[in-house]
Structure formats: C-alpha cells, structure tokens
Nanobody, 115 residues
Framework: VQLVESGGGLVQPGGSLRLSCAASGFTFSNAVMRWYRQAPGKEREWVAT????????YYADSVKGRFTISRDNAKNTVYLQMNSLKPEDTAVYYC?????????WGKGTLVTVSS
C-alpha cells in the first residue's frame, strides 16, 4: 500500500495550492479518504474527509469555506484544493486512507504560507 502526497510548497498569504495524493495497493474506490495536517510544535489535526464515492464531504471549522476535498476514483487520487491560505495553515499535510477497517498514512507534503 502506498499513499504519495504532492503539491506542497511555499505560497503567500491569500494564495492557493492544490495537494494530490496518489494511492495504490488497495481498492481506492472503497476507501474513505482524509487529509490531516501537523503544524510545527502541534499535534496532528484532522482537516477534511470524503466518502468512498465522493458524495459526502466534511471539514474542520478552521478550513471550512476555504478548502475543498475531492477525489477521482478512476485515477486513484484524492485532492485538497486550498484557497485563501493563511500563515496558520503552514503544516505538513498527510493523506489518510480508511479501508475496511485498516488505516494507511502517506509521508506528507509541506505547505508553508509566508510572505
């Protein structure tokens, strides 16, 4: 099983980034997918969830209205579109798969929001 995140980088406040997570080694279309993040010196926190078919999405209050989670089951990929980024969004962002009771994590991609 592999979850490989990409798309992180340095962006100015107010800017946008799109993260991707490419999955392999399991039946992606049966997995609930999530994004988490961990800021320096803080605990990892949940950001967003998308159901297996993509019909339902959920967001942490801190990102609601700014971030959008989506998925393409034909490409085995989940995305996180991040708009109106703030310095407090700076963190390592992790992809998470919940597949028939098993949990998998990616290694993360760093997002830095700074002028």
């Amino acid at each position: 099983v592999q979850l490989v995140e990409s798309g992180g980088g340095l962006v100015q406040p107010g800017g946008s980034l799109r993260l991707s997570c490419a999955a392999s080694g399991f039946t992606f279309s049966n997995a609930v997918m999530r994004w988490y993040r961990q800021a320096p010196g803080k605990e990892r926190e949940w950001v967003a969830t998308i159901s297996s078919a993509g019909r339902s999405t959920y967001y942490a209050d801190s990102v609601k209205g700014r971030f959008t989670i989506s998925r393409d089951n034909a490409k085995n990929t989940v995305y996180l579109q991040m708009n109106s980024l703030k310095p407090e969004d700076t963190a390592v962002y992790y992809c998470h798969a919940d597949y028939v009771g098993l949990v998998y994590w990616g290694k993360g991609t760093l997002v830095t929001v700074s002028s």
